[in-house]
């Protein structure tokens, strides 16, 4: 007999290596909504408004009023590791944020119609872009340019249209666009409260009333109460505790003793990013514990700023769940301090009553 041979090795072709890649890193609506809510808002943007169909998978729309895209820039815009954010692997360990490394605009080209329509401060006219596989795509003979001249404000909007139209598989794994609706307003909910200075809005497409709005100057405090009702609002209290040899800082707003729902709410953002951490999340829950009634569970919200060579970035950027230095001695910290509060609080109140 003729002896078995090893079938020959050869290099996947490019477009098939970015799709899988792109696959990977954005498995639902909601993961290409976030690198996209995180570019607006890095682009110093005071409003931010999204529109979305079919759970995003038939239509994704971001549009801001942050510092746009240079002309110069839109032909690499979609390519991987493109970037404006960092330049060596030193940035990239004080840059602190975990996540993509510019690879957010190339991996939506490779699995959805994208669209990107964006004016600077100093440009006369706004640019339409659209690509495919990290490309600008070339206009067909009669076609207008791409990109082509448009009117419109200072700003970016990006669309994502057909996400997944070339993955069939995953396309086929959605059975709920009101399921990937319900992780989107979830989502934008968690920046809304978060990101101070900036205006939310997320609506369905054809909907008239909108599922998540905030204006730019309301507190934090109101954008809880806009996003998660006055019930929670109206018992906040203010936390905030940092440690100079852990080398953290946390900031947020947590519920008092008198409230409290069968589930735990947690908006954590690590380093201005949206992520859970579930030593985090033990250590606060375990924390109440004593304070509130069986089965009842608080409501958190934490900003946590690490320096940022304690973060370990090369975290996968679809992992939610993350890893710092000291994760333990920090967390300790974070729920002492928290005890302290609760306790300081619930002697006031029970003094109060007794009086
Ligand atoms: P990264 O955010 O890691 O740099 P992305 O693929 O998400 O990578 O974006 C690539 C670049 O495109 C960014 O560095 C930024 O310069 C530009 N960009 C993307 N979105 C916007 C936006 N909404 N406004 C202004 N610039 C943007
Ligand atoms: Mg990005």
Do not use: W
Request: hydrophobic share 35%.
């Amino acid at each position: 007999a003729t002896p078995q041979l090893p079938r020959r090795i050869k290099p996947l072709d490019q477009v098939v290596v970015n799709k899988i890649a792109a696959g990977e890193i954005i498995v639902a609506p909601v993961h290409a909504l976030k690198e996209l809510i995180e570019n607006s808002v890095d682009a110093g943007s005071t409003s931010i408004d999204i529109l979305v169909k079919d759970g995003g998978l038939k239509l994704l729309q971001i549009s801001d009023n942050g510092h746009g895209i240079d002309e110069n820039d839109l032909p690499i815009l979609c390519e991987r590791f493109t970037t404006s954010k960092l330049q060596s692997f030193e940035d990239l360990q004080s840059i602190g944020t975990y996540g993509f490394r510019g690879e957010a605009l190339a991996s939506i080209s490779h699995i959805a119609h994208l669209t990107i329509t964006t004016r600077t401060a100093n440009s006369p006219i706004g640019l339409r872009a659209t690509y495919s596989d990290s490309k600008l795509i070339t206009p067909k003979p009669g076609q207008p340019a791409n990109p082509k001249p448009v009117h419109r404000n200072k700003g970016t909007q990006i669309t994502v249209e057909d996400l997944f139209y070339n993955v069939p598989s995953r396309r086929r794994a959605f059975r709920s666009p009101s399921e990937e609706y319900t992780k989107i307003l979830d989502l934008v909910g968690r920046h809304a409260v978060h990101c101070g200075g900036v205006a939310f809005s997320c609506k369905k497409y054809g909907d008239a009333d909108v599922g998540v709005s905030t204006t730019a100057g309301a507190t934090t405090t109101d954008r809880i109460r806009r996003i998660h009702g006055n019930a929670v609002a109206n018992e906040l209290l203010p936390f905030e505790v940092s440690d100079e040899y852990l080398g953290f800082k946390v900031k947020g707003m947590l519920s008092n003793a008198n409230y409290h729902v069968k589930k735990t709410t947690l908006l954590l953002f690590i380093n201005n990013r949206s992520v859970d951490s579930s030593s985090i999340r033990k250590g606060i829950e375990s924390t109440y514990a004593p304070f509130l009634p069986k089965g009842g569970h608080p409501f958190a919200y934490m900003s946590l700023d690490i320096e940022p060579h304690r973060v370990d970035v090369n975290v996968h950027p679809t992992k939610r769940e993350v890893n710092f230095l000291h994760e333990e001695e920090i967390v300790q910290k974070i729920c002492e301090s928290l005890q302290e509060k609760l306790a300081a609080v619930d002697t006031s109140r029970s003094y109060a009553l007794t009086q």
